[in-house]
Nanobody, 129 residues
Framework: QVQLVESGGGLVQAGGSLRLSCTAS????????MGWFRQAPGKERELIGA????????YYADSVKDRFTISRDNAKNTVYLQIYSLKPEDTAVYYC??????????????????????WGQGTRVTVSS
């Protein structure tokens, strides 16, 4: 089973951009579909999007389309989340997750019977206005 470590969070100004990274160790990264999630203060964790094992396809939640891009580099065991035009409401802890099944990543935040095989510990992003 892989372990996941997110990085790249911090304090950024509204309108700026940020790239978060999630690096895996201890397992076969390319056998996992990967997802990004976030949890804002006082809110439940929500899906941002997910990417297939090969990186050939991505899925995004409707609420974040156009400002978020997920990519992965299997040679570096890393998945990325690029965020553009940051807004104060993007302030949250951002998590990556891994599961062999892409569908599980897509539904995990809405299906109580589902959980991912692996979660990262999260990286905090704070957007100032």
């Amino acid at each position: 089973q892989v372990q996941l470590v997110e990085s790249g969070g911090g304090l950024v100004q509204a309108g700026g951009s940020l790239r978060l990274s999630c690096t895996a160790s201890g397992g076969a990264f390319s056998t996992y579909a990967m997802g990004w999630f976030r949890q804002a203060p006082g809110k439940e964790r929500e899906l941002i999007g997910a990417i297939t094992k090969s990186g050939g396809s991505t899925y995004y939640a409707d609420s974040v389309k156009d400002r978020f891009t997920i990519s992965r580099d299997n040679a570096k065991n890393t998945v990325y989340l690029q965020i553009y035009s940051l807004k104060p409401e993007d302030t949250a802890v951002y998590y990556c997750g891994a599961d062999p099944i892409l569908h599980t990543l897509v539904v995990v935040t809405t299906d109580e019977d589902k959980d991912l095989e692996v979660w990262g510990q999260g990286t905090r992003v704070t957007v100032s206005s």
